[in-house]
C-alpha cells in the first residue's frame, strides 16, 4: 500500500493539472527538441539504440497528450543536419527506427481516427531510398487529414531551410513567376519546408528536453519571429512525463496571460493620456471662443 502513494499523488497531481491546463488557451503549434537519448541509454548502461527506442516510444505519448488537449499543429525535431556526423551505425539503426514508425503510422487506428496528417520537413533527398518512400506513402496515407498535423523534421537544419526558400523565391524571380515588389513574409513562410504552400504557422511553445537551454537551429523563422514560449526541463527525453508536457503547455498559458495584461495596461495608460489630450483640446477651443 505504502509503494502505491507516490502513483496515487502523481495522478492526482496530473489530473488535476490537465483540468488547469484545459481551462486556459492551449497553443495552437508546439515545437519539441527530444533531446538526450543517447544520454539515457549510457544512464541506464546500454547502447545508444535503446536510448532512440525509448524515445519513439515516448513521441507516442506525447502525440496522444497533444490530441487530448486540441493542439493542432506538433512539430518534432527527429534527425537534424549535423546528426549525419554521428557514427554509421547508429545513422542506419535510427533511419530504420524512424522508418518503422512512419509504416506504423500509416498502418495505425489511432491515425484515422485522429485524422492526423503527417509532413516530413527537411533535405528528404539525403535520407536513404527505403526510407524516403515510407515517408512519401505515409504522407499520401494521411494527405486528406486535417484535424491534427504531425510535423517530423528530419535532415533538418532552420538556416538550410531558409537558404532553400531564398533559392526557390529567387528562380521564380528570374522565370518570372513572382515578381519583386510581390514577395513579403508570406511569400518566405509558402516556400519553406514542406513547401508547396503548405507553410507550418508560428510556433506557439518550443520545449527542449534534457537539459540544454538552447533551441538548436530549430525552426528559426516560425519561433524567433513569433517570440514564442519556451519550456527547458531536466528530464531525458525517454523521461519526459506528462506533468513536463502540461507544465510546458502552462508557461505558455502564463506567457500569454502576461501579454494580454500588458496590452490592457497599454491601452488603458493611451486612452487616459487621448482623454487628457481631448479635454486641453476643447479647453483651448473654448478660450479662443470657438465653442459657443
Not at 539515457?40 to 515516448?58: E, P, V
Not at 518512400?133 to 487529414?145: F, G, M, P, Q
Not at 502576461?258 to 489630450?277: D, I, P, S, Y
Request: overall charge positive; aromatic content about 8%; some cysteine.
Amino acid at each position: 500500500m505504502l509503494k502505491r502513494i507516490p502513483q496515487l499523488i502523481y495522478r492526482g497531481y496530473e489530473h488535476l493539472l490537465t483540468q488547469e491546463v484545459k481551462n486556459a488557451p492551449i497553443p495552437r503549434h508546439v515545437a519539441i527538441i527530444m533531446d538526450g537519448n543517447r544520454r539515457y541509454a549510457r544512464k541506464m548502461g546500454q547502447i545508444s539504440d535503446f536510448g532512440h527506442f525509448r524515445g519513439a516510444n515516448r513521441t507516442e505519448k506525447v502525440i496522444e497528450w497533444s490530441c487530448e488537449l486540441g493542439i493542432k499543429h506538433l512539430t518534432i525535431y527527429a534527425f537534424s543536419t549535423e546528426n549525419f556526423n554521428r557514427p554509421s551505425d547508429e545513422k542506419n539503426n535510427l533511419f530504420d527506427l524512424i522508418r518503422v514508425k512512419f509504416n506504423e503510422i500509416g498502418e495505425d487506428e489511432r491515425t484515422h481516427k485522429r485524422r492526423m496528417r503527417v509532413h516530413a520537413i527537411g533535405d528528404i533527398e539525403k535520407l536513404p531510398e527505403q526510407l524516403q518512400e515510407s515517408i512519401k506513402n505515409v504522407e499520401l496515407v494521411t494527405s486528406a487529414y486535417d484535424k491534427f498535423n504531425l510535423n517530423v523534421a528530419i535532415a533538418y537544419g532552420g538556416r538550410q531551410e531558409i537558404v532553400q526558400a531564398v533559392r526557390e523565391i529567387a528562380s521564380k524571380v528570374e522565370k518570372g513567376e513572382i515578381s519583386l515588389e510581390d514577395i513579403n513574409e508570406d511569400t518566405i513562410s509558402n516556400h519553406l519546408y514542406p513547401s508547396r504552400g503548405a507553410a507550418l504557422p508560428n510556433v506557439d511553445l518550443i520545449i527542449r528536453t534534457g537539459g540544454d537551454e538552447r533551441v538548436s537551429n530549430f525552426l528559426p523563422w516560425q519561433a524567433n519571429g513569433n517570440e514564442c514560449a519556451s519550456y527547458f526541463c531536466a528530464p531525458f527525453w525517454p523521461e519526459f512525463r506528462k506533468i513536463d508536457f502540461l507544465r510546458s503547455v502552462r508557461v505558455y498559458q502564463t506567457r500569454t496571460e502576461e501579454r494580454r495584461q500588458q496590452t490592457a495596461v497599454r491601452a488603458a495608460h493611451f486612452l487616459k493620456v487621448l482623454g487628457k489630450a481631448e479635454v486641453n483640446e476643447v479647453r483651448q477651443l473654448s478660450k479662443a471662443g470657438k465653442i459657443h
